[in-house]
């Protein structure tokens, strides 16, 4: 079965052009698909034949609403989707002074196994199809009656181990025939798989590269993030250094503040002498609270420590303002708990 929303329109064309059918049947079935249509029964200018073909050749994705909570601080809403195959991903839709912010997943679980991370907890089944990460934004729209502006890869799972999907992803959610979210406004966030870096940095894109660091040195990186033992600080930064000087786009910086483990004075003048020149800002996350994890968030004055340290190497610091912490918005948490209650 063909997976008819992930498909560039020259592709649809040929596949109906191709079964015999004129080819401005395509340009009527393209619309449909982005208007958000879940079956082909709702493409009511099509003829039944064509009907049939699509219904027995292709398949649309969806992401069906399992469960939904709104934060009474902020109106944060996280969503738990169930897919066509019955997996489930998260997604969390952000309501910002500049508009509605998106972050979607790219797979369901994940494989890095980052020790302060929810999702890795749960295991690792399959990585998302571009049409399923489309389908994340446009239920989100249709639910809320909203349009979403900006989107984070930052749910569930690592974009970049998902590479061809999401490259797909980001030409088809940029299409001006489609939800038309201009580069600028999307986010990648990534763990740091450097051949992959280099890779992206060749499409130029013009999206931010958001790598998440969450330590100064390899000692203590390797402690929480098993890729640094595949690649290493050293060869992560330079990367970043040459995505910017390919792409010109400042490069930011994701470490969450964990206390007692990479919080220290002494972290953040390493984290400044790494980072020392290039062009980036560094995200402070206080850490949330994963089940069967013992980390805590950093005090706020080791924060506020933490920031001015950076400052004196020019380096750009804020401390991530926290949304929805009612609903534990951050990803991996609802399904988890879903699981565990008896659901996938």
């Known amino acids: 079965m063909i997976d008819i929303k992930s498909i560039y329109y020259p592709e649809l064309e040929k596949l109906i052009v191709d079964n015999g059918f004129p080819k401005f049947r395509a340009k009527q079935i393209w619309g449909w698909l982005n208007k958000g249509v879940e079956s082909f029964a709702e493409m009511k200018n099509l003829p039944k034949n064509?009907?049939?073909?699509?219904?027995?050749?292709?398949?649309?994705?969806?992401?069906?609403?399992?469960?939904?909570?709104?934060?009474?601080?902020?109106?944060?809403?996280?969503?738990?989707?169930?897919?066509?195959?019955?997996?489930?991903?998260?997604?969390?839709?952000?309501n910002y002074h500049h508009g509605y912010s998106i972050c979607v997943s790219t797979q369901v679980g994940c494989k890095m196994g980052c020790t302060f991370c929810a999702t890795g907890k749960s295991g690792f089944s399959r990585s998302l199809t571009a049409s399923e990460i489309l389908a994340q934004i446009e239920s989100a729209?249709?639910?809320?009656?909203?349009?979403?502006?900006?989107?984070?890869?930052?749910?569930?799972?690592?974009?970049?181990?998902?590479?061809?999907?999401?490259?797909?992803?980001?030409?088809?959610?940029?299409?001006?025939d489609g939800l038309n979210i201009g580069m600028r406004h999307i986010t990648l966030s990534t763990c740091g798989i450097v051949p992959r870096i280099y890779e992206l940095a060749e499409y130029n894109f013009g999206l931010t590269l958001s790598v998440s660091l969450h330590a100064p040195d390899n000692e203590t990186r390797s402690k929480t993030m098993p890729i640094n033992n595949r690649y290493s600080i050293e060869q992560l930064i330079k990367a970043c250094r040459d995505y910017f000087d390919k792409t010109g786009r400042r490069v930011s910086f994701e470490y969450a503040m964990i206390d007692g483990v990479n919080d220290?004075?002494?972290?953040?003048?390493?984290?400044?002498?790494?980072?020392?020149?290039l062009n980036c800002h560094v995200n402070l996350i206080p850490v949330n609270s994963v089940k069967g994890s013992?980390?805590?968030?950093?005090?706020?004055?080791?924060?506020?420590?933490?920031?001015?340290?950076?400052?004196?190497?020019?380096?750009?610091?804020?401390?991530?303002?926290?949304?929805?912490?009612?609903?534990?918005?951050?990803?991996?948490?609802?399904?988890?708990?879903?699981?565990?209650?008896?659901?996938?």
């Open 294 to 344: 013992e980390y805590k968030k950093s005090r706020v004055e080791r924060q506020k420590a933490f920031v001015n340290i950076l400052k004196k190497y020019s380096i750009t610091a804020t401390v991530r303002r926290t949304l929805g912490s009612d609903i534990n918005a951050s990803c991996g948490q609802l399904k988890r708990n879903h699981t565990e209650e008896g659901g996938k």
């Open 141 to 176: 729209q249709k639910d809320l009656n909203v349009r979403i502006s900006n989107i984070v890869l930052m749910g569930m799972g690592e974009p970049l181990d998902n590479f061809d999907n999401v490259i797909r992803f980001l030409k088809l959610v940029s299409n001006e």
């Open 264 to 277: 220290s004075d002494l972290n953040a003048e390493k984290l400044g002498a790494l980072l020392k020149g």
């Open 50 to 94: 064509i009907i049939d073909f699509l219904r027995e050749s292709s398949y649309i994705s969806v992401a069906n609403i399992e469960k939904k909570l709104v934060s009474r601080y902020d109106k944060t809403v996280k969503y738990l989707f169930m897919l066509n195959d019955g997996e489930f991903v998260e997604t969390v839709v952000m």
